[in-house]
């Protein structure tokens, strides 16, 4: 039997030792600190994806600009007037 088993028989038996308590304290500090480092890095994923969003967006940003100066010349140099 495995030592939850072992914890809940106990607990239905109306009883604690202070031995499951002492492991169930450090099984919960145990999972507290996994989950603060899980945070940490799909928080870090996120910000990964994010950069690598708007490294995209500048590119295509970029691009536009580049297209739009490029149009904006030939049109002045066919000298179409308004």
Do not use: H, P, W
């Amino acid at each position: 039997m495995d030592k939850l088993s072992e914890i809940k028989a106990d607990i239905k038996r109306g009883r604690l030792r202070l031995e499951s308590i002492n492991y169930l304290v450090t099984e919960l500090e145990s999972q507290r600190e996994i989950n603060k480092e899980l945070k940490q890095k799909s928080r870090y994923k996120n910000y990964m994806e994010m950069a690598k969003e708007n490294l995209a967006l500048e590119e295509a940003l970029k691009r536009t600009r580049s297209q739009r100066d490029y149009y904006k010349r030939k049109f002045d140099a066919a000298g179409v007037t308004k």
